[in-house]
C-alpha cells in the first residue's frame, strides 16, 4: 500500500464501500505489520467520514421534521397530488 493516503470518499455510499474493502483486506490477514496499521487508520478515518454524513441526515431530518428547513426537494404545488395533505384534526377530512 503506499504511503500516501487515498483521498476521502467524496459521498456516504463511497465511504461505506471502501470501508468494507478495507476491511476485507483487513480479515485476510495477510498485510505485514505496518500496512495493517496504515489500513486501520484510513479505516478509522473512513468511519468518522460516515459517522459525519450520518449525523449530518439525522439533523436534516430533525430540521424537517421540526420544520425549521422545508425539505429541499419536493414541489410547492397545491394541486401535487403526490404530496399528502396537511390535515391538522384527523377528523376534518376534506370529503
Same mark, same amino acid.
Given at each position: 500500500?503506499?504511503?500516501?493516503?487515498?483521498?476521502?470518499?467524496?459521498?456516504?455510499?463511497?465511504?461505506?464501500?471502501?470501508?468494507?474493502?478495507?476491511?476485507?483486506?483487513?480479515?485476510?490477514?495477510?498485510?505485514?505489520?505496518?500496512?495493517?496499521?496504515?489500513?486501520?487508520?484510513?479505516?478509522?478515518?473512513?468511519?468518522?467520514?460516515?459517522?459525519?454524513?450520518? #449525523?449530518?441526515?439525522?439533523?436534516?431530518?430533525?430540521?424537517?421534521?421540526?420544520?425549521?428547513?422545508?425539505?429541499?426537494?419536493?414541489?410547492?404545488?397545491?394541486?401535487?397530488?403526490?404530496?399528502?395533505?396537511?390535515?391538522? #384534526?384527523? #377528523?376534518?377530512?376534506?370529503?
Amino acid at each position: 500500500m503506499p504511503n500516501t493516503p487515498p483521498e476521502s470518499p467524496a459521498g456516504f455510499e463511497a465511504a461505506m464501500d471502501a470501508l468494507e474493502q478495507l476491511v476485507a483486506r483487513m480479515e485476510a490477514g495477510e498485510l505485514p505489520l505496518e500496512e495493517s496499521l496504515q489500513e486501520y487508520q484510513r479505516g478509522m478515518e473512513l468511519v468518522r467520514t460516515c459517522q459525519d454524513s450520518l #449525523d449530518e441526515a439525522q439533523r436534516r431530518i430533525e430540521s424537517v421534521i421540526e420544520g425549521t428547513e422545508p425539505p429541499s426537494s419536493g414541489s410547492t404545488d397545491p394541486n401535487d397530488s403526490t404530496k399528502a395533505p396537511d390535515i391538522a #384534526d384527523p #377528523d376534518d377530512i376534506p370529503f
